[in-house]
């Protein structure tokens, strides 16, 4: 007898709350219980790349969160004032 796993893939929606785009992502239902009890993201979603981490995670998507860190280190960048 095949061994089945309780397999749940579920649709997942985070916006990013700078931009407001939100992008989808299937996920297992088991694993996100998993990391919203507290193990670490990039055990539970290997697959993941690290912007949709950190969507998932602090809500800001990878373009916001590149901005956010461009802005830490001054605003030099071509930016003429
Ligand atoms: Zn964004």
Redesign the pocket.
């Known amino acids: 007898m095949p061994e089945r796993r309780a397999m749940a893939p579920k649709n997942y929606t985070f916006t990013?709350?700078?931009?407001?785009?939100s992008k989808m992502l299937v996920l297992e239902e088991n694993d996100v219980r998993r990391w919203n009890k507290g193990e670490k993201i990039q055990e539970v979603f290997p697959q993941l790349t690290l912007s949709d981490r950190e969507?998932m995670i602090s809500n800001?998507?990878?373009?916001?969160?590149d901005e956010m860190f461009a802005d830490e280190q001054g605003k030099t960048d071509g930016v003429e004032p």
């Open positions: 990013c709350i700078e931009c407001k785009q969507l800001i998507c990878g373009d916001c969160f």
